[in-house]
């Protein structure tokens, strides 16, 4: 089975700055890893999925992660955050055993200050 | 694009009572989900549906009934609402496989 671990609940950051939010699993065998966003009151929205080539995939609105098979890592990074990044994120793994499932990890809520 | 539709927005309910949650989409997906967010927690998987006749158990599916009306529709039932499943239900769906979900809004349930 596998699991998601976000290790902090809340980063906050200044506008313009970087920021890396971190995302680990277990499993050993092949795995789907996505990252969500949630704004207040709103539904997940997808921004990037991995499976396997290139371990740097770019997302939508300038996000990109990095998987890391030594580390069990997914962790995503902003190069420039905007006030309007300010949400909860969500890591979500998926084992490639053919059931479709996604765990979700707890999510991490990032505060931009403007 | 699509959208996701859940009614109602709001939920309010006695303990001990049956509730229905409806989900409909518009994106044409075979594939739907219920998932179920405590306050400051992640997603907990409830039940999906892989294709319209199709559906399985999540990791939460005890207290819970859903059924895959249609292609386009996913209803949840908590068959006897307690008080500490107070939660933000959502609802997804997506193409399949392990594709990109998309979500609703959520229906936020209390129960008094």
């Known amino acids: 089975t596998q699991t998601v671990s976000q290790s902090d609940a809340h980063v906050t950051v200044f506008e313009g700055d970087s920021v890396e939010l971190r995302c680990n699993y277990s499993?050993?065998?092949?795995?789907?890893l996505s990252w969500y966003i949630q704004h207040h009151g709103h539904g997940l929205q997808f921004l990037l999925k991995?499976?396997?080539?290139?371990?740097v995939v770019q997302g939508v609105n300038g996000f990109e992660a990095e998987f890391s098979k030594s580390d069990s890592s997914f962790h995503l990074r902003k190069a420039s955050v905007h006030w309007s990044d300010s949400a909860v994120y969500f890591c979500?793994?998926?084992?490639?055993?053919?059931?479709?499932?996604?765990?979700f990890g707890a999510g991490t809520r990032l505060k931009v200050i403007a | 694009g699509g959208i996701i539709t859940q009614t109602p927005k709001f939920l309010i309910g006695q303990e001990g009572q049956k509730l229905t949650l409806k989900c409909q989409q518009n994106?044409?997906?075979?594939?739907m989900y219920w998932y179920r967010q405590d306050s400051g927690k992640g997603l907990r998987l409830i039940y999906y549906?892989?294709?319209?006749?199709?559906?399985q158990k999540g990791d939460l599916s005890e207290g819970y009934d859903a059924s895959r009306e249609k292609k386009s529709s996913f209803s949840l039932t908590v068959t006897s609402a307690q008080k500490n499943e107070m939660a933000v239900f959502l609802c997804?769906?997506?193409?399949?496989?392990?594709?990109?979900?998309?979500f609703g809004p959520g229906t936020r349930l209390t129960v008094l």
């Open positions: 997804a769906s997506s193409t399949g496989g392990y594709a990109e979900q998309f």
């Open positions: 499993y050993g065998g092949s795995i789907y």
């Open positions: 991995y499976y396997s080539g290139n371990p």
């Open positions: 979500a793994v998926s084992a490639n055993t053919g059931n479709y499932k996604y765990v």
């Open positions: 994106f044409n997906h075979d594939t």
């Open positions: 549906s892989i294709t319209e006749n199709d559906l």
